[in-house]
Each structure stands twice: as C-alpha cells, then as structure tokens.
C-alpha cells in the first residue's frame, strides 16, 4: 500500500513538472522576451590563442615577466594578488636576488607593528609577503573608487567564464558606446561614473580603461612591442598562472596517467588473449 502511495505521488509531481515545461515552453515561444541592450550588445570573448592551452600548454616565461610588468606598473595601483607571494615570482623565471628587489620596492608596503613603541607601523615587502593591495581594507578602496570595491585579482582567471580570453578580450575591448545602442535603448547610455566595453556582461562598468596606449609600459626585454593587444594578452596570461601556478604538473601527470591506461589496457588484453588463447567456446 506504502509503495502504491509512493508511485502515484511520484507520477503527480513527474506530471506537474511535465505540464509546467510544457506551458513554460509555449508562454517562451508566443511572449518571447523582450530584447534588452545587454542580450544585444554583449560581446562574447575574442579569439585568442595562449601557449599554454590545450592538454600539452605550457606558460612562456617572458611573456609571463611581460605581463608582471604591465601588473605592477598599471594594475597594481588598483589591485592586490592576496594569493600570491613574492617568491612565487621564482617560478616564472626571476631569480632570488631580482625577487628581494622586487619585494623592497614594491610600492605598497606591509603593515605591521613598530616592536619598541607596539603601536602600528609599515615596513618594506620581504619575498615571504603577499603581494598587497593598495588600500588597507576594503572601505579605502571603495572611498577611493567611488564605492566600487577593485576585485583581488589572485584567481580572476578562474572565477570568470573563458578567463584568459575574458581578461585579454576586456583589456582591450573599451570603446565608446554605438549609436545604434543609443539609438534603440536611450536609456542605456552610460552613467556618469562609469565606462562602456561590451565585453562586461552589463556593458558599464567602473574600472577606466587601465591600458590607454601603446607604449604605456616599456618591456625590459624591449620585444615584442608593447601595443594595447599585447600588454592586455600579456598580463591576461599572467594573471592566468597567478591563478593556476600548477597548470603545467596538471598537464604532466594528465599525460603520464593516460600513457600508463594505455600501456596497461594493452597488457591486459594481451594476457586475455594468451589465457584464452587456446579455449574453444
């Protein structure tokens, strides 16, 4: 009787959601829903080629340091990589020496407390340190940014859809808004305050065009040249091993495994072959 019960109020709930698609699905295609400017005018990520896709991607390491320098002479000033350490930079090629350096000259210094008076003080950057923001918490920031908080970039890459092709694609994507989007949503236009890229998925957004023109920054290696394509790839691929530093052993033990599954799918039916080599069926 328990599982009578159970059937038919499984069949009720089943066939009320059936009914529910059906009608939601016709309400869809006779009352589709209006078009907005952001349906019409979002723009979906370029088409962007980066060393390290694919199953065998790796990171290139000057284009790793490239895209440091466009961080720290731009996006720096801005933003913070809260997960990243200074001696993390040894992996993309730095040395200890250029890394100390690095750390002593970061802009943004360290809070901490003064050990004679214990009242609070700041000190240089040591390469055990993360690398800090510009603000010292998040009200700062938004008083600083006309009540726009400037994200932790530390996973940016990861916590946006097509992350490297996202970040190069709104790096280089502002423009000033169509007139056809003026034209059709005169609502839309873009407030006092802040920026239209319709590579944002609400087109506005607060951040300025960080990346404004060629030549903003001087590459150390003087190669290749600093456009506003390059620089935003750049630091796109950057910010991409700022949030997955382990990419490159994913792709190497991804490889190993699927050699050994070959390997030992092939011994397998070997020895399947050779034990029923000579059994009739």
Known sequence: MVRLIAA???????GWLLVSAVLGGTAYISEPPAATAESLFHKH????EFSFEGPLGKYDRAQLQRGFQVYKEVCSACH????????DLQQIGYSEGAVKKI?????????????????????????????????PNDVAARAANNNALP?????????????????????????AQPAELLKQFPEAKTPNGLHYN????????????????????TYADGNPKPTVDQ??????????????????NRHRTGLGVLIF???????AFMSYKSIWADKKH
């Open 103 to 135: 750390a002593a000259d970061w802009p943004n210094q360290i809070a901490s407390i003064d050990p004679a008076t214990g009242e609070a003080a700041t000190r240089k950057a040591l390469p055990t340190d993360k690398i800090a923001g510009p603000y």
């Open 231 to 248: 620089m935003s790839k750049d630091v796109a691929a950057f910010l991409t091993w700022a949030a997955e530093p382990k990419l490159e």
């Open 45 to 48: 990520p370029k088409e962007v």
């Open 261 to 267: 599954l070959l390997m030992a799918t092939g011994l």
């Open 151 to 175: 994200p932790d970039l530390s996973l940016i890459a990861k916590a946006r859809h097509e992350g490297p092709a996202y970040l190069y694609s709104l790096l280089s994507g502002y423009e």
């Open 198 to 217: 319709p590579y944002f998925a609400t087109l506005n957004l607060a951040m300025p065009q960080p990346l404004t023109s060629d030549g903003q920054v």
């Open 80 to 87: 913070g990589l809260a997960q990243v350490a200074f001696r």
């Open 8 to 14: 038919i109020v499984g069949l009720f709930f089943s």
